[in-house]
């Protein structure tokens, strides 16, 4: 199946940092999107992606698809506590499922 | 909106055991989706529901399986559990309409198998 590979892995910032994270895919895909997970949750959707070139904002949260379309970039501009947690990438397999990367785990620092 | 709402929260299982896990998607949503979640790890594909019928599978055993009902909710069954087993399960609910993909997920049952 499709492998999706995020970097960094982890990453402690301090407050007030800008975070940047990326995702990248064996494949090409269509759809990108970005998920949230705080400790003991399922994931939440952030930001969800379907052009080429794309860049879409939320809050402070902002995406973009890349023009190759195997990889798609996430920034956090002015990190502050409640950033802390996994965001996980994902893209379609087989038309309507999504697989997801590993993720990047982000700690924020006071 | 009612999100998606799984039970039981947690199950605690013997080795050897069989698990049942429950999902009520949000409403309308026709697709359920099962994702394995182990300690530290990230998601891993189980089961693709719509409209009753099995959409596709991930690469586990078949003692894994499960049913979408008429209403849409759905079972994940776990037969002859494993240590390895134990994970954080969770579902997912979607609605293919113009411009609204991605999936809501519900907070996960946490299955320890011991």
């Known amino acids: 199946g499709q492998q999706l590979n995020q970097s960094p892995q982890s990453m402690f910032i301090q407050e007030g940092e800008d975070v940047s994270m990326n995702c990248t895919s064996s494949s090409i895909f269509n759809t990108w999107l970005w998920y949230k997970q705080d400790p003991g949750e399922g994931p939440v959707l952030l930001i969800a992606?379907?052009?080429?070139?794309e860049l879409t904002s939320n809050g402070r949260l902002t995406a973009q698809f890349g023009i190759t379309r195997k990889d798609s970039f996430l920034n956090i501009s002015a990190s502050i506590p409640s950033d802390v947690g996994i965001y996980f990438c994902a893209g379609p397999e087989y038309g309507q499922n999504f697989v997801f990367g590993p993720g990047t785990r982000l700690s924020v620092l006071p | 909106e009612a999100g998606v709402t799984q039970s039981p929260t947690h199950l605690i299982k013997t080795r050897g055991q069989q698990a049942t896990l429950r999902c009520s998607p949000i409403?309308?949503?026709?697709?359920v989706y099962w994702y394995q979640q182990a300690l530290g790890l990230g998601l891993q594909f189980l089961l693709w529901y719509d409209e009753g019928e099995e959409r596709n599978r991930g690469n586990f055993p078949p003692r894994f399986s499960g049913r979408q009902f008429p209403n849409y909710s759905s079972e994940l069954n776990v037969n002859a559990l494993e240590l390895e087993d134990s994970a954080l399960y969770l579902c997912?609910?979607?609605?293919?309409?113009?411009?609204?993909?991605?999936?809501?997920f519900g907070s996960g049952t946490r299955l320890t198998v011991v």
């Open positions: 409403s309308g949503h026709t697709s």
């Open positions: 992606l379907y052009k080429a070139g």
């Open positions: 997912a609910s979607g609605r293919w309409s113009t411009g609204n993909y991605g999936y809501t």
